[in-house]
């Protein structure tokens, strides 16, 4: 019985090392110069091949097509690729298992496995980090948000704001993320850091169960590897926190014969702990030149009158009801609620804004907006043949009460709308 158990714990061993590898590969040469170009999207395109040979000749999806990277994790090729990932891990396994059967072989390939897992979570922890200090994953809270209804939100779409609007939270996610990431970094700190990452990729996971945000797969296995991680050292936690009794944890020891291995560790190490965290972090700061648009005329323009000319028997609902200006993005919202996105590629100082509906538009279309002695503003432009007269009155962030209602220590009776 003890035999069949130490041989399922070595199989279960080399399957978990040989899934992680599979999993993971080709991290972290992405995140090496020239490495994407040269090397990871070769490998990924060869994963993506074998997915789909693997969903549609064993699994019969016949129409199975690959989509790219889109914002969704939790695709049907990308469940199909789970269970390719852990079929052919399974079977290499099987093979690997009769010619490295040594307890000795088994158990140092599944603890290298095991530091390639930490740092796989550690630095994508660490990215997801930084850029919860930076515009990008959770924006603050947008105009067309502030002007939407609870009920016309996705569930994603209500977690999003709700994280978006406050700099605290976001804060607190980001640092408690950079936190497990760098604790995962080193061996002396992966035990604490293990335990800070299982408490972080929870509320990740969980978030994203509750929100049917699609990244289930993704936030799941860094749930997964954190567990891993601290694994071996259960007992001893236990022991400590539960029965409250003396421990003492064995720490990771690295031995090298030669120099040339030595060399080889300091090398990795400087490129893992170092090099690779600041070019993440450079990276999302350099990306806010995309992400960041300052807009002098951002603001909800309700209208008050409309008129296109030449065209004085438009039906009630071709009226625009409402215009949106933010950052590079126009919207127009009609009395019928159909909506046109534009994209902003230039505002001049007297008002005028030039903006295309497609990239292949090569005559832009434009508005130029006046600001009357009313604090009403005058709005007129062409978009395609029509000519625009509009009058609008201007709203702006600090109108809404969800953004100007502030903190308050003192509260006497709760504001709660």
């Not at 509906?357 to 432009?381: A, V």
Request: net charge positive; proline share 3%; glycine share 6%.
């Amino acid at each position: 019985m003890n035999q069949l158990c130490r041989t399922s714990i070595n199989f279960l061993k080399l399957f978990t090392s040989l899934y992680i590898f599979i999993y993971c590969f080709p991290f972290p040469a992405s995140y090496i110069p020239y490495g994407y170009e040269f090397f990871s999207k070769y490998v990924e395109a060869l994963k993506a091949k074998f997915t789909l040979f693997f969903g549609r000749e064993i699994l019969g999806f016949i129409d199975l097509k690959y989509i790219a990277m889109n914002g969704s994790g939790d695709t049907t090729v990308d469940y199909i690729a789970l269970i390719s990932y852990a079929t052919l891990g399974f079977l290499v396994a099987l093979i690997l298992y009769f010619f490295v059967r040594k307890h000795d072989h088994i158990n140092r390939l599944y603890n290298w496995m095991i530091i390639y897992a930490r740092y796989f979570v550690g630095l994508t922890l660490i990215s997801y980090g930084v850029v919860k200090f930076l515009q990008g994953q959770f924006p603050s809270m947008s105009l067309i948000a502030l002007e939407s209804t609870y009920g016309e939100s996705s569930p994603m779409g209500l977690a999003w704001r709700f994280f978006g609007y406050s700099d605290l939270y976001k804060g607190f996610m980001g640092v408690s993320e950079i936190l497990a990431g760098f604790l995962l970094l080193f061996r002396r700190t992966a035990i604490l850091g293990a335990l800070v990452s299982i408490a972080v990729c929870t509320n990740i996971f969980i978030v994203n169960l509750a929100f049917d945000v699609p990244v289930k797969l993704f936030s799941g296995h860094l749930l997964f590897f954190s567990i891993l991680i601290l694994l071996p050292s259960l007992k001893a936690l236990f022991g400590f926190f539960i029965l409250h009794q003396q421990v003492r944890i064995k720490p990771t020891l690295y031995f090298f014969n030669t120099k040339w291995k030595k060399g080889a560790y300091i090398a990795a190490k400087i490129i893992l702990v170092g090099l690779i965290p600041l070019s993440l972090a450079v990276g999302h700061v350099r990306s806010q030149s995309f992400r960041t648009f300052l807009n002098e005329w951002e603001g909800v323009y309700e209208v008050i009158s409309f008129e296109i000319e030449n065209k004085p028997g438009l039906s009630e609902s071709a009226h625009w009801d409402k215009i949106f200006i933010q950052g590079k993005t126009i919207m127009t919202l009609n009395k019928a609620k159909t909506k046109n996105y534009y994209t902003i590629e230039h505002i001049w100082n007297e008002g005028e804004i030039n903006f295309i509906e497609s990239q292949e538009q090569e005559d832009p279309y434009r508005f130029i907006l006046t600001e009357l002695e009313d604090g009403n503003y005058k709005i007129h432009g062409e978009i395609s043949s029509n000519k625009y007269q509009i009058t609008a009155k201007r709203k702006l962030k600090k109108d809404y009460l969800l953004m100007n209602r502030g903190f308050h220590w003192v509260n006497e009776l709760p504001f709660n709308r």
